[in-house]
């Protein structure tokens, strides 16, 4: 019997729908690709053994991620970022009463699950990473990675056959060659796409995936990993990628020419994931050491101001500003770490998050006859109290440095993790500072879309 459907609703009121199996001493947190069906997934036998196989191991918690499936479906004109996703799978971990739990992220869920576990270590027990990989794109550092020609030229086909045997018949002869043939399994991954979206939906799904880089977040991860992946799948490439980018994280790689986790030798790969489970316990991690987005703000001419204006009546106003800054970091759920003289420095556990408070905060600065320049970065920080340090923390605060005037700033990291979030950028180069990572170095100017 499958289990029963429930609803988390998260900080902005989206309903995200999950169910909880089985009841073992470990949660177990699993997402498959980019659309689901929970009801739906239930009906593919095969997927129905693997999700009792996990029940064995512990309590299975799942979700249809907003836009798919039983969760709310988007708002118009607005697209989930990956934080949005984050925010989704804590939400689910709260309402399912789950402190701690190993994520499972298959394919491309396994983008979401890295951050997850950069972010929140404290409530991530470990991670298992499916035929992953840290972006889609192709790029000169990343060769094996799709171009835009193959990308769209995929998207059109998948358009126009959504929901079709016929798709679904192209997908098993690339994805899952073993089930060739296998009619019930075409008919169900037919059905399940559209249980699972809409072709609009589907699309800008598999836009969000293809501009998301998650690259530069992966050096954060330090909870115990696990990539999998199988030799002639295609996809070995980029998962080596991605172990290689996370510390300490054991690559397996496994016979078979099967991208899908539900076709080919399924039994092989629940046998590396329950041996892993079973050697948590042996691993420590290292809880002090966090992804946090940091935003850095500056007052431009304060000492001009201060002099024009006296000690005591710039004094006031400083007050005045920061008061009104931290209304705003609450509405965005930022963190205030620090007020050093006129800045802020503060933290989120999202990159658009902070773009949009940045940008409240510069708008509310001039109410007050006060102009501000801000900079915003997500690196790798260590925990020290209530406070951050590390070298994220001195490249945000040279981002902000070199900002104009009522201008955001921002490293290329943040703009490579926010995509669906609506907004633009303009490029304004590259800027040196030691020890700065390669794309943290280069800087953007967020816009509106369409300025």
Not at 5 to 29: C, E, I, M
Request: charged fraction near 30%; charge should be negative.
């Amino acid at each position: 019997m499958a289990a029963e459907t429930r609803y988390a609703r998260t900080t902005d009121g989206t309903h995200v729908a999950y169910q909880v199996s089985g009841d073992g001493p470990v949660d177990l947190v699993a997402m498959r690709a980019w659309i689901t069906n929970l009801e739906h997934e239930w009906r593919e036998p095969v997927l129905a053994r693997m999700y009792r196989r996990l029940e064995s191991m512990g309590r299975l918690i799942r979700l249809d991620r907003r836009g798919s499936g039983l969760s709310d479906r988007f708002r118009p004109g607005l697209m989930p970022t990956i934080e949005d996703r984050v925010d989704d799978v804590r939400a689910v971990m709260d309402a399912a009463g789950s402190r701690r739990a190993v994520l499972v992220g298959l394919a491309t869920a396994s983008q979401l699950c890295a951050v997850f576990a950069a972010t929140h270590p404290d409530r991530t027990a470990g991670l298992v990473l499916y035929e992953g990989e840290a972006r889609e794109a192709w790029a000169p550092d990343y060769p094996w990675g799709e171009t835009p020609e193959s990308f769209e030229s995929s998207l059109t086909k998948m358009r126009s056959g959504w929901g079709t045997r016929e798709l679904a018949e192209r997908i098993v002869r690339g994805a899952a060659p073993s089930r060739v043939g296998d009619q019930a399994f075409v008919s169900w991954l037919a059905e399940d796409q559209i249980q699972s979206a809409t072709p609009d939906e589907a699309e800008r799904l598999a836009r969000l995936h293809f501009e998301t880089d998650v690259r530069e977040v992966l050096p954060a991860v330090h909870v115990p990993t696990l990539v999998l992946a199988r030799s002639g799948s295609g996809g070995a490439e980029r998962s080596r990628d991605l172990a290689g980018r996370i510390p300490r994280a054991r690559y397996v790689e496994l016979p078979g020419d099967d991208h899908m986790s539900i076709s080919g030798d399924t039994d092989a790969i629940l046998r590396e994931i329950e041996r892993f489970i079973e050697t948590l316990r042996e691993e420590e991690q290292d809880m002090d050491r966090i992804l946090a987005t940091l935003l850095f703000t500056d007052v431009v001419g304060s000492t001009r101001t201060a002099a024009a204006l006296g000690d005591r009546r710039w004094s006031e106003m400083i007050e005045a500003h920061h008061t009104r800054v931290r209304a705003l970091l609450a509405r965005h759920r930022g963190r205030l770490i620090d007020t050093a003289g006129d800045g802020v420095f503060a933290a989120f556990d999202g990159p658009a998050r902070s773009i949009r408070c940045a940008k409240a905060i510069i708008d509310d600065a001039r109410d007050l006859g006060l102009e501000v320049r801000a900079g915003v970065h997500t690196g790798e920080c260590e925990r020290v109290g209530d406070r951050l340090r590390g070298l994220a923390v001195h490249i945000g605060a040279r981002v902000a440095a070199l900002a104009a005037p009522s201008e955001v700033l921002v490293s290329g990291t943040v703009k490579d993790l926010v995509a669906g979030s609506g907004l633009a950028f303009d490029d304004r180069g590259t800027a040196s500072s030691p020890g700065c990572p390669a794309n943290g170095g280069s800087t953007r100017r967020p816009r509106e879309p369409g300025s």
